[in-house]
């Protein structure tokens, strides 16, 4: 597709269950975020992947949280054993080669997790 | 830690008022900063950025000018439209590649 795709665009998960979301970038887009985006709050950044580097996880707020990004394309956030403050939107956003550093981000339409 | 500040709202305009939404960053280095924009049901995308000291960035009808004496961005628009309802995010890249975001402003705008 043209843009960043996230699924699913809703998820509604009991306390305690584990989840995945997905983000498919943009073709050829090399960098990929994770945020996050509470009621109320900025959004909080996650994770980071670009290339093939080591990702930058100091975002996590646990490690409840991890992240994969398969063949440098898709990625999935995985939250284990959900809370209640896990539920948020969860963004993903890309950036094409030479956009490392620009801060020019292309975002998805996000995730909305409830955790009930 | 370097941060982003901006004003809470909402920010409820008549069609064709001025708008000016404030922000400020803390000065550690010398940031990029920027202003995205999130419209009802889409995701957020770059409404415009300046990346030194006394740039002006624009788009759409709005300004923001890196004012490094103040450490601020305040977004502007002269004459604001119904269909500039939307979330206005301020942020900043500093020597990393994470784009830390402030708190958003919820702009709504009625004919």
């Known amino acids: 597709g043209a843009g960043v795709s996230q699924s699913p665009s809703n998820k509604v998960t009991e306390k305690g269950k584990d989840v995945e979301l997905r983000c498919d970038p943009i073709s050829g887009h090399t960098a990929l975020y994770w945020y996050r985006q509470s009621l109320g709050q900025g959004l909080e950044f996650l994770i980071y992947f670009q290339g093939n580097s080591a990702p930058d996880k100091s975002g996590l707020p646990s490690d409840r949280f991890s992240a994969e990004r398969t063949g440098g394309s898709v990625s999935t956030l995985t939250i284990q054993r959900t809370q209640q403050e896990d539920s948020a939107v969860y963004l993903c956003?890309?950036?094409?080669?030479?956009?490392?550093?620009?801060?020019?981000?292309?975002f998805g339409e996000g995730s909305r997790l409830t955790v009930l | 830690g370097d941060s982003v500040t901006q004003m809470e709202g909402p920010v409820t305009l008549s069609e064709e008022a001025f708008l000016t939404i404030n922000c400020t960053y803390t000065a550690t280095g010398y940031p990029s900063l920027f202003w995205y924009v999130q419209y009802p049901g889409e995701g957020l995308q770059l409404l415009l950025k300046?990346?030194?000291?006394?740039d002006k960035g624009s788009n759409k009808g709005f300004e923001a000018t890196y004012r490094k004496e103040t450490t601020s961005f305040h977004l502007e628009k002269g004459s604001v439209q119904v269909s500039d309802s939307a979330v206005y995010f301020c942020a900043a890249l500093y020597n990393t590649d994470k784009l830390i975001f402030g708190t958003g402003t919820r702009l709504q705008v009625f004919p």
């Open positions: 956003a890309s950036s094409p080669p030479g956009g490392r550093g620009t801060g020019e981000l292309f």
């Open positions: 300046a990346t030194k000291a006394d």
